[in-house]
């Protein structure tokens, strides 16, 4: 989509789906702790990409017909505030004054009365996010490998969690179309260090998540206190038609709103952090809140 300048494009590297050591489904189990997994899954393999600076695209993409979209939008809360989101002091701000911001936010991007927010994350820059898949360990990092949040079995799962089981099942068969779309704000400073990259399959008619998706099946997983059962994760698969984006320091007052999953696999946006080649020596660490929400559409 759109078109670009070159001197609106970087270069870098991002980690991708390299299969498993046994040709099998992939697997992680955490049975002996979460420094001594056993996987048979691949390290990711990492991807020269050239990367669009979404800033200067024509047309600029939107959530609504590209699944993603970078928005100044600002908030109460302050640095401080969401440094201490994990706190019990500081929960409450989050719950009460943020998800309230963000919902509102949704509801006017989305034209929808049904925003359903579920959860939310912070992260800190990861000392080395190649271990990522191997040792799964590094739970608040940024995530230098691209997935998507969730296929269909996986996120009608979560929305159960999130909702219950009745309102979920009520909701699923009076809409056609829903997704799970996350808001991603960095804490303190613009972004200068593994921004977020999005793949765009607009040139990928056949999309979906079984052929473009490997899985790694997760057993004894401590993370589902985090995030909720999650039978496995989604890692992105690598196609030469793939186009990359990500927006430039992104700074406090922007977000990048996105479907990290959805029920219509072309509006899906497989992401996470990649290395910019352009990265300044003297860059400052990362640190993001990410919140998930579901949202179900107008026909």
């Known amino acids: 989509m759109g078109s670009i300048v070159e001197q609106h494009a970087t270069t870098g590297q991002l980690g991708l789906w390299d299969g498993t050591k046994d040709g099998k489904e992939g697997y992680v189990d955490y049975k002996n702790g979460q420094t001594n997994v056993e ?17 200067h ?7 609504m017909v590209n699944g993603y979209q970078l928005i100044s939008y600002s908030t109460a809360l302050s640095a ?9 002091e500081g929960k409450p701000r989050i719950y009460d004054v943020y998800f309230e911001e963000i919902g509102r ?14 959860s939310f994350k912070t992260r800190k820059e990861l ?24 296929d269909l079995p996986t996120a009608i799962v979560a929305l159960r969690d999130a909702v219950g089981k009745e309102k979920a099942d009520a909701l699923l068969k009076e809409h056609k179309r829903w997704a799970q779309v996350n808001v991603w704000r960095p804490i303190r400073n613009s972004v200068q260090k593994w921004p977020l990259v999005f793949a765009n399959h607009d040139e990928i008619p056949d999309w979906d998540y079984d ?51 959805d029920s219509d696999p072309k509006m ?15 860059a400052l660490p990362r640190q ?12």
Not at 41 to 48: A, H, S, T
Not at 57 to 63: H, I
Not at 80 to 88: G, I, W, Y
Not at 271 to 280: I, Q, Y
């Open 57 to 63: 695209l024509q047309p600029l993409p939107t959530l």
């Open 39 to 55: 996987t048979n899954v691949n390290l990711p393999r990492d991807v020269e990409i050239k990367v669009q600076d979404m800033r």
């Open 127 to 150: 000392p080395n996010p190649k271990e990522y898949l191997q040792n799964a360990i590094h739970r608040f990092g940024p995530r230098p490998v691209a997935h998507v949040d969730r």
């Open 105 to 118: 936010l949704l509801r006017d991007m989305t034209g929808s009365d049904l925003v359903f927010l579920s």
């Open 80 to 88: 401080r505030e969401f440094e201490q989101a994990n706190t019990v």
């Open 288 to 299: 993001s809140i990410e919140v998930r929400s579901f949202v179900f559409f107008k026909e």
């Open 211 to 261: 052929t473009h998706m490997g899985r790694v099946y997760s057993f004894n997983d401590p993370r589902v206190a985090d995030r909720g059962e999650k039978s496995y994760d989604c890692v992105l698969k690598d196609d030469p038609r793939y186009k990359y984006h990500y927006a430039s320091n992104i700074s406090p007052e922007e977000v990048l709103v996105f479907c990290s999953f």
């Open 268 to 282: 899906a946006v497989p992401h996470g952090a990649f290395w910019d080649d352009n990265t300044p020596e003297d």
